[in-house]
């Protein structure tokens, strides 16, 4: 069974930074592709950011702006989100996610009903 554990949330002031972690178990690590999403109170869950099985990503530019990194550390099959620059726009839950392909289109395509995903973990930025 796969299971995610997201940590590293928590509150942070306009233009702060925050890294993420997500710990994976339950099958290889490195074998697969993972990623990150948030849903902000009201609102739909959305895609962040996503590292393929030879650390290429993928990210959504509209809600990164270039202010995020996505990475793995394979021998402690954990992925990260370094958060810089955070606006309150950021405020959301944020979700690891993994799917049953190696590839990262096969995370941005994601729903909450399918794949692996992380209880979450809740990052707030105030103004």
């Known amino acids: 069974q796969v299971v995610l554990v997201e940590s590293g949330g928590g509150l942070v002031q306009a233009g702060g930074s925050l890294r993420l972690s997500c710990a994976a178990s339950?099958?290889?690590?490195?074998?697969?592709?993972l990623g990150w999403f948030r849903q902000a109170p009201g609102g739909e869950r959305e895609f962040v950011a996503a590292?393929?099985?030879?650390?290429?990503?993928?990210y959504n530019v509209d809600s990164v702006k270039g202010r995020f990194t996505i990475s793995r550390d394979n021998a402690k099959n954990t992925m990260y989100l370094q958060m810089n620059s955070l606006e309150p726009e950021d405020t959301a839950v944020y979700y690891c996610?993994?799917?049953?392909?190696?590839?990262?289109?096969?995370?941005?395509?994601?729903?909450?009903?399918?794949?692996?995903w992380g209880q979450g973990t809740q990052v707030t930025v105030s103004s």
């Open positions: 996610a993994t799917s049953q392909s190696p590839f990262t289109q096969s995370i941005t395509i994601m729903t909450p009903s399918t794949g692996y």
């Open positions: 590292i393929d099985w030879r650390n290429r990503v993928t």
């Open positions: 339950g099958r290889a690590f490195s074998n697969y592709a």
